[in-house]
């Protein structure tokens, strides 16, 4: 790698940064969950709405990762509590009804239909989930709600080599929404907005997909490498994923830290490096996904081996990212990430790449230390966070006269 790599790169998209996705922590397989691996699920499935926790995280089965996404962020517009309420009890209702599919009222031809028809007369589950979280900003002076805030909860630092754009950053309210088909995607959020308006506004909006295994094992990102090779899985994730610990708010066990990063890939520029400095850079080959020093994807690299990084080099991302030491063990996260496609910037380049997802019992433990460790890795000449932000993934909905946020609010 040259010395002027990273400033020619960086000046030849910097007239781009206004439109440019900003994101973190990366892409790679170490962060990542075999429930990544995971991904189209048949057309008639449908998540459970009510219990502990959401949907949408760690979803059972064999199709734990659903093909297609959306994560939207809004701003609450309410004065008052009550007008939070009043918006989490709508999001719920509405919320109840999609991932369970039905049909829709009529509600006369005097009236506007009560829906859009997009998904026809009878509306499909079809592996819909809502996965709802809240940011810091709603624990400010507003609602009265700041002694209740998770302790963890912060707005995402700015991390160095971040490109952050304010228009892609925050939210009070954050939807992840996940099915089989994009036009459930549209459906449901058109549904939500519909219907939530009043209450909360729009602030940002990028949809996803996942590629299926190609030829076979975990799914690529856009820099064709395999992506979710090492996430955790059963138990391992669940002792990963949810709040447990006293130190948090009553209300919080069951829920789990987000963390959102969207991360534009150079695509263009990594289309001319040789192949050998890619795997370099990951520390797996791209076609298999295996480890430099293995020949299956799922090898567990052997760094005790190879100390001086002759053969896995010392910052790879697999190797900064784990360790795989005793102490790094808790640090692992629970991965659910996505590819994006925006089109062009106003330079003409493409402008696609990453949304990064994690969830995690303790976003400084997890999150937060395996970035420290990824800060000027090589990968980042080629990568550019630009948005997202720490979200609080609320508990689940109990039953049919429980709500989104109701121990928080009540």
Same mark, same amino acid.
């Given at each position: ?18 439109? *440019?996705?900003? %994101? @973190? ?6 962060? +990542?969950?075999?429930? #990544?691996?995971?991904?189209? !699920? ?124 304010? *228009?892609?950053? %925050? @939210? ?6 996940? +099915?089989?088909?994009? #036009?459930?995607?549209?459906? !449901? ?136 030491? +005793?102490?790094?063990? #808790? ?80």
């Amino acid at each position: 790698m040259t010395i002027s790599r990273r400033s020619l790169l960086k000046g030849a998209v910097a007239g781009a940064a206004g439109t *440019a996705l900003t %994101g @973190g922590v990366l892409l790679g397989g170490e962060h +990542a969950d075999a429930q #990544d691996s995971r991904v189209s !699920a048949p057309a008639s499935s449908a998540y459970p709405f009510h219990g502990v926790h959401q949907a949408g995280i760690l979803n059972p089965g064999p199709s734990a990762k659903q093909a297609f996404s959306c994560f939207v962020a809004f701003d609450v517009m309410g004065a008052a509590k009550r007008d939070v309420i009043d918006a989490l009890q709508t999001l719920t209702s509405r919320a109840r009804f999609l991932t369970g599919g039905g049909v829709p009222p009529d509600l006369g031809v005097g009236e506007p239909p009560s829906d859009s028809d997009v998904l026809g007369p009878d509306v499909p589950a079809d592996g819909l989930t809502v996965t709802v979280s809240v940011g810091s900003t709603v624990f400010d002076q507003r609602y009265g709600l700041a002694p209740a805030k998770p302790a963890k909860l912060t707005p995402m630092p700015i991390f160095p080599n971040d490109l952050p754009d304010p *228009a892609w950053l %925050g @939210g009070d309210v954050v939807l992840q929404i996940c +099915a089989n088909h994009p #036009d459930t995607i549209h459906h !449901a959020i058109r549904d939500i907005t519909k219907h939530t308006r009043s209450g909360m506004q729009l602030r940002w909006k990028i949809e996803g997909y996942a590629s299926p295994p190609r030829p076979s094992g975990t799914p690529r990102n856009l820099l064709g490498f395999k992506d979710g090779t090492a996430n955790p899985t059963g138990g391992t994730a669940s002792s990963l994923v949810w709040v447990t610990d006293a130190s948090e708010p009553a209300w919080a066990q069951g829920g789990s830290y987000q963390v959102v990063r969207l991360i534009r890939m150079l695509v263009e520029f990594w289309d001319r490096v040789s192949i050998n400095e890619q795997e370099g850079m990951f520390g797996r080959r791209r076609d298999s996904g295996a480890p430099l020093d293995g020949n299956t994807e799922f090898a567990t690299p052997d760094y005790a081996a190879d100390p001086q990084g002759k053969v896995i080099p010392l910052d790879s991302h697999i190797r900064l990212a784990n360790p795989r030491t +005793a102490g790094s063990a #808790d640090q692992r996260i629970i991965r659910r990430s996505y590819n994006y496609d925006l089109g062009l910037d106003q330079n003409g380049n493409l402008q696609a790449g990453h949304v990064f997802v994690a969830y995690q019992q303790d976003v400084e433990r997890q999150f937060a230390t395996i970035q420290a460790r990824l800060i000027n890795e090589p990968l980042v000449d080629y990568v550019q966070p630009f948005g997202g932000g720490y979200f609080f993934a609320l508990p689940g909905v109990s039953d049919v006269n429980d709500w989104y946020g109701r121990r928080l609010l009540t």
